[in-house]
């Protein structure tokens, strides 16, 4: 064999290695970046588990807004003036007025169990079997007992929930209505599922 062709081979067989190893690295890196992005979770597991931003400027006094979080339906309330006084009035008729066996972050642990007294931010799921409780707010209701102060009625089982979502007594819920760990980032804006201090 000639010093030509085996120069003409030498260089071959580099240009082969060269150009095995590039689509071997170009391959690997194909196949890994699918398979690493498939461990990310989707937009909408991100969306269900992050923080939501819910914009009350346009919420009515005695109006409900519902937001989605977590798969779940966070119900906001601005409560009037009146709906706040009245709260106290009826806790001798609450199974846990006093917030104690509840589920609430520490800043809710109040007679409002909110933030600021004006919005009650808390999980639209019964306690019970995890119906979701309507509204009602408006005290008499016939539709809910004739001494209805206003607040939350469960329609599968009867449940009742005054409007801080304390549970009444002598109804199958056990518990008070869940409340959100949540803060105001703006006066029209309420982040849930994020503490200020977490922020």
């Given at each position: ?7 003409v ?89 006093q ?25 639209g799921?019964?306690t ?8 009602k707010f ?62």
């Open positions: 064999m000639s010093a030509e062709v085996e120069q081979d030498e260089g071959r067989r580099h240009f082969l290695l060269v150009a095995t190893t590039a689509v071997g690295v170009v391959g690997a890196v194909a196949t890994a970046v699918p398979f690493l992005a498939s461990w990310r979770p989707s937009a909408r597991a991100q969306a269900l588990g992050g923080p939501v931003e819910a914009d009350i400027s346009k919420l009515q006094t005695g109006e409900l807004m519902k937001v989605e979080w977590r798969g779940q339906a966070v119900y906001i309330v601005r409560r009037s003036k009146d709906m706040v006084e009245n709260l106290p009035k009826h806790d001798a008729n609450l199974r846990d007025p917030s104690l066996e509840s589920e609430q972050p520490d800043y809710a642990k109040n007679e409002t169990r909110s933030l600021k007294p004006e919005y009650l931010v808390l999980v799921v019964c019970h079997l995890g119906c979701a409780p309507l509204g408006q005290a008499g209701d016939t539709e809910v007992a004739a001494d209805w102060p206003g607040g939350f009625y469960c329609p599968c089982h009867g449940s009742k929930f005054d409007l801080a979502g304390r549970v009444f007594k002598d109804v199958p819920a056990p518990l008070n209505l869940r409340v959100p760990s949540y803060h105001f980032s703006s006066d029209s804006t309420v982040v849930i599922g994020l503490d200020k201090g977490a922020a």
